[in-house]
């Protein structure tokens, strides 16, 4: 499928600071642009979602950005908490399914 | 009810032992699939089921062989798999391709 490229691999915040991950995808055709949560032993679980027809949209503490000209999305989560501590993935669909970044580690430390 | 679920969530194998994992959904989603999931990769794609009917096949190796008995359920058969198969595997669910993907918890499955 088309590429999704997500950065940083990792990412250390500490207790109350934002963190921001950021996804590229090359499919002009890509409409649908989800994020995902894995805390270890589990499924990933869909925390946030939007459409190219939106440029941002907010649930909370996190909050999703679409730059559909450069192609590019973002997630941001604030006040972080230890809980947030999981590997997310960036998504966006092409062809029959979605495409996955390669994921971003996201540790906060207390 | 916003839930996949999966079982076993463990299963170790043999190379020579026969499996299945199993999957069910009741959200009236159509769309059902399978993913692999090695260790700090992202989910890859194996078997998309639309509407009952194997639609994708990303040249899975037959030694791995999903069934989809009804709207509700997929199954994945497992037979002579390598150690190399160990791995996540994981079900999930969408109203429509390409969106909005339920996951579940997955299997952990370890080949020896």
Known sequence: ????????????????????????????????????????????????????????????????????????FSLHITETQPEDSAVYFCAANSGYALNFGKGTSLLVTP | DTEVTQTPKH?????????????????GHRAMYWYKQKAKKPPELMFVYSYEKLSI????????????????????????????DSALYLCASSQAHREKLFFGSGTQLSVL
Not at chain 1, 17 to 43: H, M, R
Not at chain 1, 47 to 67: F, H, P, Y
Request: proline content about 6%.
């Open chain 2, 11 to 27: 299963l170790v194998m043999g190379m020579t032992n026969k499996k299945s994992l199993k999957c069910e959904q009741h959200m």
């Open chain 1, 1 to 72: 499928g088309e590429n999704v490229e997500q950065h940083p691999s990792t990412l250390s915040v500490q207790e109350g600071d934002s963190a921001v991950i950021k996804c590229t995808y090359s499919d002009s055709a890509s409409n649908y642009f989800p994020w995902y949560k894995q805390e270890l032993g589990k499924g990933p679980q869909l925390i946030i979602d939007i459409r190219s027809n939106v440029g941002e949209k907010k649930d909370q503490r996190i909050a999703v950005t679409l730059n559909k000209t450069a192609k590019h």
């Open chain 2, 57 to 84: 096949n990303e040249s899975v190796p037959s030694r791995f062989s999903p069934e989809c008995p009804n709207s509700s359920l997929l199954n994945l058969h497992l037979h002579a798999l390598q150690p190399e």
